[in-house]
C-alpha cells in the first residue's frame, strides 16, 4: 500500500477500499480484509497530546500514527473529538491504540450510551440489522463471577419465532453494539448499500458501504453530537454546578462497586476512596486519572451522583454510565439538573 501523503489521499484510499470489499464479495461470497475501522478520542486541550503520542503530519490537521505493523491517520480538524482511521486487519488493532494512549493524560475514548447508539441510527435512517451483547461481572468474587457474550445478526427483519428471545435479551442484558445499514440487497452475489457495526467504547466498523460520502456524514455525526453533548454538559457545570445523575435500571452490589474505583482500575479510570456510608449510600471522593479533576460520587442502589469542580473535564459522565451499564448489566441512564444528556 503507497504512503498517505494527505487527505485526499485517505479519502481516496477508503473510497477504493470500500469498492474492493463489495467487489470481492459480489465476486466469492465473504468479506475480504482489512475493513475500515473508525475511532473517536476525547482529548482535553490542556495537554500536549500530539507530541507524547508521537503523531507525524501529513496535511492540515492530519497526522498519521504507526503502532508496530498498524497505521492510523489521526484526523484532528475537531481539537476535542479526535477521529482515527485505519485498515488494520488484526484483532488486537483497539488495544494497541488504547495501549499506546492509556498513559498519556488528557486522552479519553468515546463513550456512546445505548440510547445514544440508537439516535444515530434512526438519524441516519438506518435499518436494525442485530446487536451485539458483552457483559463482564466484576463485582462478584472470582469463584462467582459470571461473563456472556453473544452476536445476533439479521437480515432486513428477524425471525418471528426469535422476536421474543431477542426482546428478552435487549431487557436483560446492556447493548455493547449494535449494527445497522440501509439499501443491502446481496441478489446473485451483487452487494450493494451500507452495513456497520457500532460499539459503545468509541469506535466503527464499516462492513460494506457504496456510500462513501454518506459514510463521512455519518462518522461527522457521531462526532459532533458526542460534543454537542459534552459541551453542554461542561457549560452548564460552569455555569450552574449541580450534580450529574446516572441512573441504573436494577439494584447493584455497592459493596462490590469497591473494586472498579480503586486505583483507577480498568477503563473506569477512576481513583476513589470511601468516606461515608449509610445504610442506602455509600461516598467516595477521588480523582479522575483522565485529568486528575477531583471528583465526588454517590452511590446508592439504583443511582449515583457526580460532582466536579465547575472546570473539570466532564467526559468522565458518559464513561460511568457506559461502563455501569457493561459491568452491572443494566440500562443506564445520565441527566444534569433534570436534563437527560448523551441521548
Known amino acids: 500500500m503507497a504512503r498517505i501523503q494527505d487527505r485526499k489521499g485517505l479519502h481516496s484510499l477508503i473510497s477504493s477500499v470500500n469498492e474492493s470489499n463489495r467487489d ?30 508521537g503523531l507525524e503530519p501529513l496535511d492540515r490537521n ?51 450510551t445505548q440510547s445514544f447508539m440508537r439516535r444515530i441510527q434512526k438519524e ?83 462492513t460494506t458501504c457504496d456510500d462513501t460520502e454518506e459514510m463521512f456524514n455519518l462518522i461527522s455525526m457521531i462526532r459532533d453530537l458526542y460534543l454537542e453533548n459534552l459541551v453542554y454538559l461542561e457549560k452548564e457545570n460552569k455555569r450552574k454546578p449541580a450534580l450529574i445523575e446516572v441512573t441504573f435500571s436494577e439494584e447493584i452490589d455497592r459493596d462490590g462497586f469497591d473494586v472498579l474505583t480503586q486505583v483507577g482500575k480498568r ?20 480523582v479522575d486519572m483522565h485529568t486528575g479533576d477531583f471528583i465526588n460520587l454517590d452511590l446508592g442502589n439504583d443511582y449515583s451522583y457526580i460532582s466536579a469542580d465547575k472546570n473539570s473535564c466532564m467526559n468522565v459522565a458518559p464513561r460511568f454510565g457506559t461502563l455501569s451499564a457493561r459491568y452491572l448489566s443494566t440500562s443506564t441512564n445520565i441527566y444534569h439538573d433534570g436534563v437527560e444528556l448523551f441521548v
Open 24 to 53: 470481492y464479495y459480489s465476486r466469492f461470497g465473504n468479506w475480504v480484509s482489512p475493513q475500515i475501522k473508525v475511532f473517536w478520542l476525547e482529548v482535553n486541550q490542556n495537554y500536549n497530546v500530539e507530541e507524547k503520542l
Open 267 to 286: 477503563d473506569l479510570n477512576l481513583w476513589l476512596q470511601p468516606y461515608h456510608s449509610e445504610s442506602d449510600m455509600n461516598r467516595y471522593c477521588g
Open 62 to 112: 492530519l497526522f498519521e500514527l504507526v503502532v508496530e505493523d498498524d497505521i492510523f491517520w489521526v484526523d484532528t480538524t475537531n481539537p476535542r473529538i479526535w477521529e482515527i482511521y485505519t485498515l488494520s486487519s488484526t484483532r488486537n488493532t483497539e488495544k494497541k491504540l488504547i495501549a499506546l494512549s492509556r498513559g498519556i493524560k488528557g486522552v479519553d475514548k468515546a463513550w456512546f
Open 124 to 206: 441516519m435512517g438506518f435499518s436494525d440489522r442485530g446487536f451485539g451483547i458483552k457483559y463482564r461481572d466484576l463485582l462478584s468474587n472470582e469463584k462467582d463471577t459470571n461473563n456472556f457474550s453473544a452476536k445476533f445478526w439479521f437480515g432486513r427483519r428477524s425471525l418471528k419465532s426469535m422476536e421474543p428471545v431477542l426482546d428478552n435479551l435487549e431487557k436483560s442484558f446492556s447493548i455493547s453494539s449494535i449494527r445497522f445499514g440501509k439499501n443491502i440487497s446481496c441478489d446473485e452475489r451483487n452487494l450493494t448499500g451500507q452495513l456497520y457495526e457500532f460499539y459503545y467504547n468509541g469506535h466503527l466498523t464499516v
